[in-house]
């Protein structure tokens, strides 16, 4: 059974830095592409990172592409998503996800597993 737990979460204010950790387990994600996302109330949840597990190949999402950095530890089986230069429209539940397909995929539904969610709040 694979679990997705996050941490990591927290209130922080404009301009600061946050590290969110994703702890993997229950399979083997060598093959697995890792995503996080985050959904703001009242919005759909939306893609803001991924990674290949084995290559480490990443994609951003525009609005966190030179803020946001997605890494892993493969000896941890941990996911890492460190936030720098956090803006107010930052804040929303941030969620890790899994996907068993190879591809790089930024649709929510097209994951197979997900995390509980941490959320982060960023004010101004």
């Known amino acids: 059974q694979v679990q997705l737990v996050e941490s990591g979460g927290g209130a922080v204010q404009a301009g600061g830095s946050l590290r969110l950790s994703c702890a993997a387990s229950?399979?083997?994600?060598?093959?697995?592409?890792m995503g996080w996302f985050r959904q703001a109330p009242g919005k759909e949840r939306e893609f803001v990172a991924l990674?290949?597990?084995?290559?480490?190949?990443?994609l951003y999402a525009d609005a966190v592409k030179g803020r946001f950095t997605i890494s892993r530890d493969n000896a941890k089986n941990t996911v890492f998503l460190q936030m720098n230069s956090l803006k107010p429209e930052d804040t929303a539940v941030y969620y890790c996800?899994?996907?068993?397909?190879?591809?790089?995929?930024?649709?929510?539904?097209?994951?197979?597993?997900w995390g509980q969610g941490t959320q982060v709040t960023v004010s101004s």
């Open positions: 996800a899994a996907d068993r397909s190879m591809y790089l995929r930024r649709t929510a539904d097209q994951y197979d597993y």
């Open positions: 229950g399979g083997t994600f060598s093959s697995y592409v």
């Open positions: 990674i290949r597990w084995t290559i480490g190949s990443t």
